[in-house]
DNA sequence: CTGAAAGCGCTTACAG
DNA sequence: CTGAAAGCGCTTACAG
């Protein structure tokens, strides 16, 4: 049996209640018991129940974060950022993912509840189309912030990245560079930060008063077939664009090896840039020029955010929805 | 306020045991009375406390992960697999990191003990080299499961890949493709699976009368300068190796891309293969051969045996120690 | 088939 | 500075 506050309690022949005190440093308690306690409890191998804590003191010590899928670098990264500063106030974080399934969502949000979390971190999945069940967490008066993905309607703070200003600096970096005819090849239609990265390289287009080609624009799905996309783009070299600006790195790598295949070279014929900087980058060849984002930095945002909630103090208007601003970061592949 | 059992039990003038019973699908309670609570619980938004339940019935339907960090693929997909089993029992996990160093760990498992999880999968940091902080695991009866870096002397389950096959294989698909002079890029020294795939190595020059270089095996660690080790590897072209095994993907990758700015030409001049099986592999030029292990399924096994002794079922010997087979996917890299 | 009562391991207002 | 007592929300042996 696992040794209690009871046990340390009748083994000093002191009560339960000054055992628990000393424990948690109340100033009433002289140093000597202190003492007393604290070597009786490691020589016991006494360990806290946070349960049991929890129970009585309704906190629980812990945060949920939901998130579409862990292997993703991006949520990984983002996750290692919200675990600092959750550990830092010594909180621990019970991790779902979601595998982009609105059901599992559901499913997942429940169960966090029901481990009564003292708050959430959130990042809707790509399937989640209907809102309710965030609204449940509402009624549960369950604090939570969305991250990168965000649903409509909430009054909850948010963390995300400037995609939209993502989307115009990588292409106003391909204008600068004298391309006239900037393709995009763009993610999934439903999800906000394709829309953005999207609105963004519509924005630049106009704002240098660069004509949008319709043909030159494609959103696509992860399991689908990009080279076919690729080929169809490129198919007609008078006709072709000579740049492509993509929603993710993983598409920017695809489309060069692809346009390599064909026999184009990069970035003299077709420049790329991709999206979210990430360890492909550098391995590819050329080397991949990329927006990066800091998801780090945006996970750490989103847990301050969180405790500031938990802990009802004030957010400043201007830090509850934050945007983390994005930069091209050029290599060769549009040099 | 939260609904707690007692609130539906006073709505619907019975006992919160019945209530209880009801919730819980009790055989005694009629089936009559089972549909008035429920309907009432959904009515009122009851959601389970989880933490309560664990209290009493001391368990806490959850297990803790420990790993050296998240945001490796290899790690990623393992919580992949470990989070299906244990949603498949009704659990859920708390996945903790120990940024590969060692007090981290210590503090980490502490906290998981204090979450009272019914179990751990562990994966010590590279950072340990003494474990008796793993004996108090024992000590408080918490059951683990050592996954895929284990600690020596202890009688608990593990689930690893076979490094040493996966070298073993690495090196004999080199041999077999003619080279003679096969260097080693090893992992940090200390680590268990960096031991196993270099001797791995070894054994297959072993096998096949070949002569062991000393100068061609260094250890590295990731944040060394792998460049300079390369760089002086491979100085002297009439001395040097014809083929280099490497201990991951990123150390191969690394190498490939120095070998090429050295002027040698892959695999022509020198052979190269990685372990991983990354997504790195298809995006290098030449595409990297590589040793696959298998995560997910590494998981689950981890997940399945830590349940098996948490249920206090039989685990077969044989099953007790599982070590999961590579296999070496063959790209350009050594063709 | 249902209920009253005890208790899981803690914390804390109250009393001294 | 310390203790006795109540109670967090549940489950379950016992009684009927």
Do not use: W
Request: aromatic share 8%; net charge negative.
């Amino acid at each position: 049996m696992a040794v209690t506050i009871k046990d340390i309690a009748t083994a000093l022949r002191i009560s339960p209640s000054t055992v628990s005190r000393a424990l948690n440093d109340h100033p009433n308690i002289s140093e000597e018991t202190k003492k007393q306690v604290a070597a009786k409890a490691k020589e016991m191998k006494y360990q806290a129940n946070f349960i049991a804590a929890g129970l009585r003191t309704k906190r629980s010590n812990s945060i949920g974060i939901l998130v579409p899928h862990i292997t993703s670098s991006f949520f990984a990264s983002a996750i290692d950022g919200i675990q600092k500063i959750v550990s830092d106030h010594g909180y621990y974080s019970i991790i779902c993912q979601s595998n982009e399934d609105y059901h599992n969502e559901i499913d997942q949000i429940r169960s966090l509840l029901s481990c009564k979390v003292e708050g959430i971190i959130l990042s809707i999945a790509s399937d989640t189309k209907v809102f309710e069940h965030l609204e449940t967490l509402e009624a549960y008066d369950t604090p939570f912030v969305f991250f990168d993905r965000i649903a409509p309607g909430f009054d909850t703070p948010t963390v995300e990245a400037n995609d939209f200003a993502g989307g115009f600096q990588a292409v106003e970096h391909l204008i600068k560079r004298g391309r006239k005819r900037i393709a995009h090849l763009g993610g999934p239609g439903l999800l906000g930060i394709s829309k953005s990265r999207y609105e963004g390289y519509l924005e630049a287009l106009r704002t240098y008063d660069y004509e949008v080609n319709e043909d030159f624009v494609v959103f696509t799905d992860p399991d689908e077939k990009h080279d076919a996309i690729i080929e169809k783009m490129f198919e007609d070299p008078k006709n072709m664009p000579d740049a492509l600006f993509t929603f993710s790195d993983e598409l920017a790598v695809e489309s060069i090896l692809k346009l390599k295949r064909m026999g184009y070279n990069i970035p003299r014929d077709v420049s790329v840039v991709g999206f979210g900087n990430s360890n492909l980058c550098e391995i590819v060849e050329p080397n991949l020029t990329s927006v990066t984002h800091e998801p780090i930095k945006m996970g750490e945002a989103a847990a301050e955010l969180l405790f500031k909630v938990i802990q009802n103090r004030h957010i400043p208007p201007h830090q509850k929805n934050q945007k983390f601003d994005s930069r091209v970061i050029i290599r060769d592949s549009s040099r």
